[in-house]
């Protein structure tokens, strides 16, 4: 029903899927540009409609009664930003103790424009030896999907130079609130 339903709005709002389908069963997936709400809604239909599931990180306050529960059950893992949580680590320890797993982040982190990207996605990836799926999100052309694939290669700075090259050509909702130089 989520991927019928997903499929009609998708169709409805003008949006199309772009790249490949295949997802490994065991990788991070970064989206880009982040520039508004929309970012996840029109990511969570995509998902729907290409049959994945990922987990993701979301900030903890919104893990109210039912919200949370909600949340929960779609993916959502809580992020308890007040405190110290090795965060990476407890994620690899994900990766290393399942089959398949799958973890979908927004490496700015923020819908605001910021002057670099989180690197935690880059760490998770490397550490737990999987790959890392660029997913493009382009409001302007209206179209979503892989860009591209690549295992991370330990050299953080040469990478997300390369990453960085991938998203030339995607727009965000809001494009003052990306910031192209994630590095």
Not at 31 to 52: E, K, L, M, Q
Not at 74 to 86: D, L, M, Q
Request: charged fraction near 20%; hydrophobic fraction near 40%; proline fraction near 6%.
């Amino acid at each position: 029903m989520k991927k019928i339903l997903s499929k009609i709005i998708f169709l409805i709002l003008g949006w199309k899927v772009i790249g490949p389908h295949k997802y490994p069963k065991k990788c991070v997936i970064i989206g880009a540009p982040h520039t508004s709400n929309w970012d996840f809604f029109v990511g969570r239909c995509y998902g729907y409609i290409i049959g994945i599931y990922p987990k993701y990180l979301i900030k903890s306050t919104l893990f109210i009664p039912i919200l949370g529960y909600l949340i929960r059950l779609n993916g959502g893992i809580p992020v308890y930003r007040e405190s110290k949580n090795n965060m990476v680590e407890q994620l690899v320890e994900k990766f290393n103790k399942y089959d398949s797993f799958i973890l979908g982040l927004s490496p700015e982190g923020t819908r605001s424009r910021v002057n670099k990207w989180k690197t935690g996605f880059y760490h998770i990836a490397y550490k737990s030896n999987v790959p890392i799926v660029l997913v493009g999100i382009d409001f302007k052309y209206k179209r979503i999907g892989i860009i591209n694939t690549f295992s991370p290669s330990g050299n953080l700075k040469k990478d997300m130079l390369f990453i960085q090259d991938q998203f030339k050509g995607f727009h965000g909702k809001i494009p003052q609130n990306y910031n192209p130089k994630i590095i």
